[in-house]
C-alpha cells in the first residue's frame, strides 16, 4: 500500500505540538522523520508502505525483533487483567528470580523504568552507602540522563582538556557547578592514568560507573586489566565498582560481566530486560542494595516509582529473557561475527578506510584505517561525520535498511542469514558511492 499518508504531513503537524517535532533525538532525521505503520520481526513497514530491515531494533531494546508472538500473547492476557496496581504482583517476583540466577553478582534486585533510572539509583545508592559524593566516569561514555552521569559524553575536542586529567564537561546549559566538581573524568582503557585520576580523589568517590562496551565510546570492550585494576582501587578505596549494562545485558547469559575476572558491585540494566516495553533494573550485593531497604530501621535512600515493576513490563520482560537462554545468545553471537565477517569482505572489495569494533550481537562501523581503541581516538570530525551521515541516509532510503546513527547494528534473534546477505550486499555498494 503506497497510499499512505505523507511522511511529511505528519511532522508539519508534529512540529507544531512537540518541540522539533520529535520526543527523543535519536529518531530526527533531515529533512523529517519517518513514521511507522506496523513491524514484525526484523522488518518495519512506514505509512508509504516501504519495508526496512531493522538492525536498529529501538537502540538496541528488542532482542527478539518487533511484536514476537510469545510477548505479544503473554502481554496481551494481562492487559485485560490491569496494567498497574499500588499493590504487589508475582509477576514481579518471577522475573526477579530469573534475572537473580542470571549472574553471580545479582544477590538482590529492584525494578524501574529505564536504563537512566537505573544508573541514577545506582549511583544514589551508591552514595548511600559510602556516604561520599563523587562519581568517576570515562570520558564520552553516554549512561543515560542523569545530570552526573552525563558529564563528558560528547565534548567538543577544544574543551577536552589534558589527557591526563581530561575536563569534567556538563552536556547541559545551566548544569550546576555543584555537579560539575563531583563528577571525575578517566581515559576508558588507559589504566596508569585512570588510577592516577582516581587517587587524586580516592577519599571522595563513591562509585566508578563503566559500561564494559560503551557505545559512544568506539564500541570495544574494557580490557581485563582495565577493569581488574579499577576493581582492585575500588576494594583499597572503599568505593563501588558499578556497572552500566543497559546495552551490554545482551553480551552473554549474565551480561558483558561475564568476560571478566572480577564482580562488579552493582550492576545497571535497561532496554532487552523489558522485552520491548519500558523498564530499568539494578542488581548487586544484598549489603549494598540495602540502602533501599524499608525495613531498615535508617533508610538511606527511600525509593520509588509509580510505575516500576508493572505487570506490562515485567511480563514482557519475563518471556523475553527466557526466550533469550545460553542457546539464543550463543546463535546469535555467531550470526554476527558472520556478518562482520562478510562487511570486513565488503570492505576489502570496496578498498576503503573503514575498521569494525563490537563484541556479542553489536558492533559499529569506524571510518578509520585501524579499529580505535581509545575515545579520543573515535571520536568523529564533522567531515567524518557527513559521510556517516551520507551513508546511513542511503542505507534507509535506498537499500532499506536502518543502521543506529553511529554506524553501528544492534541484532536480534529474528535476523536469519539472508538479511545478512542484505546488510553485507548494501554496504558494499554504499562504500562504493
Ligand atoms: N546506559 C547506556 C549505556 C545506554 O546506552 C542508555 C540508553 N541508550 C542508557 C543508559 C539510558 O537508558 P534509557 O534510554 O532507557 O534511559
Known sequence: NKTGKENTAIYSRACKVITGGVSRNTIFRE?????????????ITDIKGVERIDFANNMASLIHGHAHPNITNAVTKQLKKGTAYTMGTESEVDFAELLINRSVGFEK????NS????????IKASRAYTGKPKIAKAEGAYHGTYDYAEMSQTANPSNWGDINKPNTVPLVDGTPQGVVDDVVIFPFNDIERTLNILDQNADKIACVLIDP????????????QFIEAIYKWTRKNNAILAFDEVVTFRVNYGGAQDNYSVVPDLTAMGKIIGGGFP?????????IMQVLNPRQAILKHPHSGTFSANPISTTAGR???EMFDENAILRLNELTKKAIYQIKESIKIADVPISITGDGSMF?????????RLYREAYQPKQI???VTELLDYMFLKEHIIMINTCACMFATTLEQKEIDRLSQALLNGFRL
Do not use: D, Q
Not at 115 to 122: F, N, P, S
Not at 364 to 372: D, G, K, Q, V
Open 109 to 112: 534486585i529492584r525494578f524501574v
Open 319 to 321: 518471556i523475553a529473557m
Open 115 to 122: 536504563g537512566t533510572e537505573a544508573v541514577m539509583t545506582m
Open 364 to 372: 559499529r562501523l569506524h571510518f578509520t584505517e585501524t579499529a580505535p
Open 31 to 43: 529533512p523529517h522523520p519517518y513514521y511507522v505503520s506496523h513491524a514484525k520481526g526484523s522488518y
Open 385 to 387: 561525520k557527513n559521510i
Open 213 to 224: 562496551v560503551p557505545h559512544r565510546i568506539g564500541l570495544f570492550p574494557a580490557s581485563n
Open 279 to 287: 523498564i530499568g533494573a539494578l542488581a548487586g550485593k544484598s549489603e
